[in-house]
Structures are given as structure tokens and as C-alpha cells.
């Protein structure tokens, strides 16, 4: 209980400094992340212009779904969640650096000002197949 509080009141400070948001504020039950909202429908959803949640499950041993495309400029919040065991949520050339824990949904935000292609990377180890396990944003000028 102690680490849950402690947990929102740096989720707080972190969000009234407009800081990157923290990991973990949200649990789900990891076995039925696939019958639970959002993530029985993993992927992008338009918010507003220019503005995104991203819902990408992190699971042994890729990204689901490994590929999204979204336009210059574009605010994304990614919230990911794992199934099955701890993975890494790390996107190249930016501060979205997250680690995945089954039981909870880590989410973090980035404004892709650059077009180009940005990797999605597990940097976790998680098993046999972590060297496989990576994903693409595909940022369009
Ligand atoms: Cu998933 Cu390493």
C-alpha cells in the first residue's frame, strides 16, 4: 500500500512538472490482457490532431502490433502492458524508456518532431528470442 501511494505521489509531482510520465499507475490482471480493454484491440488511436494513444503489447518476442505510422509532429502516449514476462519498452532517440511488468500498464509520452524511422526496442533480456523483439514508428514529413 505504502508503494502505491508513494507510486502516485510521484506520478503527480511527474505530471505537474510535465515530466515524462511514470511507469507503473495502472494494473491488469496478466492473463486476460487479451480480453481487456484496450489491449483486446491493440494499436493506434487518434485523439485529436496530432495527438495519439498508442496501445502496444509487449510479449515474448515482439511488439504487438510491431508496426505504427503516424505524421510529423505527432503527440503519442504509449501504454504497454506484457503478458508474460518483464520486457524493455525503449524507442531510439528519445527519453521513452520503459520497463514492461506483467500485472501492470507503464505508459509514456514523446512528440515525434522529426520524421523518420524510430525503432522500438526491448531492452530487457526476457529470453531466447529478445534479440528479435522489436517493432517500428514509421514518422511521416
Ligand atoms: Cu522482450 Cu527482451
Redesign the pocket.
Known amino acids: 500500500m505504502a508503494l502505491v501511494v508513494f507510486l502516485i505521489a510521484i506520478g503527480a509531482a511527474a505530471l505537474s512538472e510535465n515530466m515524462i510520465p511514470p511507469s507503473h499507475i495502472q494494473t491488469i490482471d496478466p492473463t486476460k490482457v487479451a480480453q481487456t480493454p484496450p489491449f483486446d484491440r491493440p494499436g493506434l488511436r487518434q485523439t485529436g490532431q496530432r495527438q495519439y494513444e498508442a496501445y502496444l503489447l509487449?510479449?515474448?518476442?515482439?511488439f504487438t502490433p510491431p508496426h505504427i505510422t503516424i505524421p510529423v509532429g505527432s503527440k503519442v502516449t504509449f501504454y504497454t502492458t506484457?503478458p508474460d514476462?518483464?520486457?524493455?519498452f525503449f524507442i531510439t532517440n528519445t527519453a521513452v524508456n520503459m520497463m514492461?511488468v506483467p500485472g501492470w500498464v507503464s505508459s509514456a509520452t514523446h512528440v515525434f518532431r522529426r520524421a523518420g524511422t524510430y525503432l522500438l526496442?526491448?531492452?530487457?533480456?526476457?529470453?531466447s528470442?529478445?534479440?528479435y523483439?522489436y517493432g517500428t514508428i514509421e514518422v511521416k514529413g
Open positions: 509487449a510479449h515474448i518476442f515482439a506484457s514476462v518483464v520486457h524493455g514492461v526496442l526491448c531492452n530487457g533480456y526476457c529470453g528470442g529478445h534479440h523483439m
